[in-house]
């Protein structure tokens, strides 16, 4: 059976990464235990049994609190339970962490994190998270957008040929457009107005006409922005 050395053949290695991706190596060990329950110790304690350079004896105590502060991550994240039909040491896996039964499962929960579903309206969570989660980065973040498109148009009650920019400007301009904030100062209403019509010029058109590389991490962040927006347009449309 694999171990945390077949992972991370040196200490510096394991040393080296955060607890959630020390974590995430654990969980992984996890699934491919024998039996439904297991210790921390079955886990660390070959790292030292094999006596190797690659971990020094030295290492042994910031190794071990790395391994308990990934081990304790697992518990925070409701992926491992202390088994309530042992005594006191021994784990199993939750039925969310055992629902992570592959690399890729793990990999895409990964990736989820960095978009959680707390933090996105429900339309993006549904329709646009699964594409982000896919890999689907540019195309996720198209289609965020187009979720704001469509909700700024219908709540301003604009013509179905106003698109982008245009649409924006048109909805938010600070004199008369539909859904400016009328009680905000002008000034504010203006920066509303750029606001949107600034995030579909500059994340959503360039995705639409052309190949643009978009990060994991920039499609998760552009996801929020639309997100945000997709809120406060929900918003305005009631002051209406």
Not at 18 to 42: C, I, K, N, W, Y
Not at 82 to 92: I, L, M, R
Request: hydrophobic share 45%; aromatic share 8%.
């Amino acid at each position: 059976m694999a171990g945390l050395r077949d992972y991370l053949p040196h200490a510096d290695a394991l040393l080296s990464l955060t607890a959630e991706d020390l974590g995430l190596v654990l969980l992984e060990l996890m699934q491919a235990v024998r039996g439904p329950v297991f210790t921390s110790s079955e886990f660390e304690m070959p790292l030292w049994n094999a006596n190797v350079p690659q971990y020094p004896p030295h290492k042994r105590r910031p190794v071990g609190r790395a391994v308990a502060e990934a081990w304790q991550w697992l518990e925070n994240e409701g992926l491992v339970m202390a088994d309530p039909d042992q005594p006191n040491g021994y784990f199993c896996l939750t039925r969310k962490g055992a629902a992570l039964k592959s690399p890729a499962n793990i990999e895409a929960y990964r990736y989820g994190k960095l978009l959680p579903d707390g933090l996105l309206q429900e339309k993006l969570a549904t329709k646009v998270r699964p594409m982000f989660l896919r890999g689907d980065y540019d195309v996720a973040v198209v289609q965020a957008f187009k979720q704001v498109e469509v909700a700024v148009r219908g709540a301003a009650e604009l013509p179905e040929d106003l698109t982008g920019q245009k649409l924006m400007r048109e909805a938010f301009h600070p004199d008369k457009g539909p859904l400016r904030d009328k009680l905000a100062p002008p000034g504010e209403r203006q920066a509303l107005m750029e606001l949107f019509s600034g995030a579909f010029g500059l994340a959503r058109n360039p995705l639409s006409h052309r190949n643009v590389a978009v990060s994991r991490v920039e499609a998760a962040q552009l996801i929020g922005l639309a997100s945000y927006l997709l809120t406060m347009a929900g918003w305005l449309g009631v002051l209406r």
